[in-house]
């Protein structure tokens, strides 16, 4: 199954709002039907729920990470707490790159997603409100033709998140 020409449409769409930062958390909460298709089990290429994902954490800064049953708490043990998801780099190529996250923060904050590519990155920021949160990003830039590797800014400074869910997705583009 290839991506259809209306969901490249709204991956495109949509990058271009996180890029601009219009993206606001209660527009996550809708699934369009051209969604749909592309977030499709096929397409996922990292979910943190599985033992070979989580075991690829790493490179984590001001974070204590620990599994529970309501899924990964992450507890911000100073300034700037972040961690890297993939130690090997995602295909690009020819193909829309796409995180969900189902989180619950303890307060108001932001969650921040950095793709790392040829020596740059790009950084997409989401507020968070205390909660239940989702969130969707679109990693669909054209300069993204190089893999690339993702690091997660769970929360701005302080707190504890707990992740209920994070999935990337990887969907070739027809």
């Given amino acids: 199954m290839a991506v259809t020409a209306l969901s490249l449409l709204f991956c495109i769409a949509w ?3 996180c890029q601009i930062g219009l993206n606001e958390p209660r527009q996550t909460f ?49 300034a700037d707490p972040f961690v890297y998801l993939n130690p090997e780099p995602i295909a690009t190529k020819d193909r829309i790159i796409a995180m969900k996250v189902v989180l619950d923060v303890d307060r108001d904050t932001a969650f921040a997603v950095y793709a790392f590519y040829n020596k740059k990155h790009k950084m997409l ?6 909660g239940r949160n989702e969130l969707v ?5 054209p300069e993204f033709s190089s893999p690339i590797k993702l690091r997660i800014d769970p929360v701005l400074t302080s707190g504890n998140c707990v992740i209920r869910s994070l999935r990337v997705y ?3 583009i027809s």
Avoid: C
């Fill in 170 to 172: 990887s969907a070739p």
């Fill in 15 to 17: 990058a271009a709002r």
């Fill in 137 to 141: 990003f679109f990693l669909g830039f």
């Fill in 30 to 78: 809708q699934i369009h039907e051209a969604e749909q298709d592309f977030f499709h089990q096929e397409f996922v290429t990292y979910d943190m729920s599985r033992d070979k994902d989580f075991n690829q954490l790493w490179g984590e800064h001001s974070l204590k990470i620990s599994r529970t049953p309501k899924g990964i708490v992450l507890q911000s043990t100073g």
């Fill in 125 to 130: 920021r989401e507020k968070v409100k205390q």
